[in-house]
């Protein structure tokens, strides 16, 4: 090749290179836009689970409940026969604390041998140690999930504004496996007031303000990129 032909074609590549780039800023452009409630998603899960293992753990194990009588031989002397009076000792027991303050995440559903260790849980820890207890005891009993609440239901189990047939959506029985959805009856506000409280309100604030900045960033950037879209 001679000379010349050398530097036609570096010409040529010089001439092309910047719509190659700019190829690339639409390309970076429309995907940001036709993703962007996708990102807008993902900023938000990075932020509650910086390490996301851990809600893919959690959703497991809520759709099969860990429950473990084999974890709990060890503390079965300490409990009575009567499923009442079970459920009041657990209670006693693990003292009630929310996934933010034991896990660092808005939700997280333990294991059965985490909850023993630490002492403490929320409802679903609770949940979980007695339906572990009952069936060490060969009780039998279900574990329900209702949108804001964990419960284990039982014969003789009193009903409560909150542990009863009607909030529940998923109950699991942990002796047969069979699992069952319905559609909660449950009021909106009682249930956004709940994820308030437990998911919001005790949100560290460092968390919060990452969670905000990040958004209003993407929000911002959203903006600016549909205002040069205008332009052109």
């Not at 390309?27 to 390490?51: A, C, D, G, Q, S």
């Not at 600016?224 to 879209?229: A, E, M, Y």
């Amino acid at each position: 090749m001679s000379v010349g032909e050398n530097i036609v074609n570096s010409a040529a590549e010089t001439t092309f290179a910047p719509d190659g780039i700019e190829s690339s800023e639409n390309i970076f452009k429309k995907t940001f836009r036709r993703y962007f409630p996708l990102i807008l998603i993902l900023w938000i899960l990075l932020v509650l689970y910086p390490n996301p293992l851990s809600l893919v753990v959690s959703i497991h194990r809520f759709i099969n409940p860990t429950v473990n009588p084999s974890a709990v031989e060890m503390i079965l002397d300490d409990f009575p026969s009567d499923p009442v009076a079970i459920e009041k000792a657990v209670l006693e027991r693990i003292s009630y604390r929310l996934d933010w303050e034991l896990y660092g995440v808005p939700w997280y559903f333990p294991a059965v041998e985490e909850i023993l260790e630490r002492g403490e849980g929320d409802c679903k820890a609770r949940a979980l140690v007695l339906a572990s207890i009952l069936k060490a005891k060969d009780i039998p009993s279900q574990v329900n999930s209702s949108l804001v609440h964990v419960w284990v239901d039982y014969e003789g189990k009193q009903e409560t504004t909150i542990e009863n047939n009607q909030v529940k959506f998923y109950q699991h029985d942990p002796e047969t496996g069979e699992r069952r959805f319905q559609i909660p009856e449950i009021a909106p506000g009682e249930v956004m007031n709940s994820w308030r409280q437990q998911l919001w309100a005790p949100m560290p604030i460092d968390r919060r303000v990452l969670l905000i900045s990040g958004l209003l960033a993407l929000v911002v950037a959203r903006v600016v990129l549909r205002k040069k879209g205008t332009a052109q």
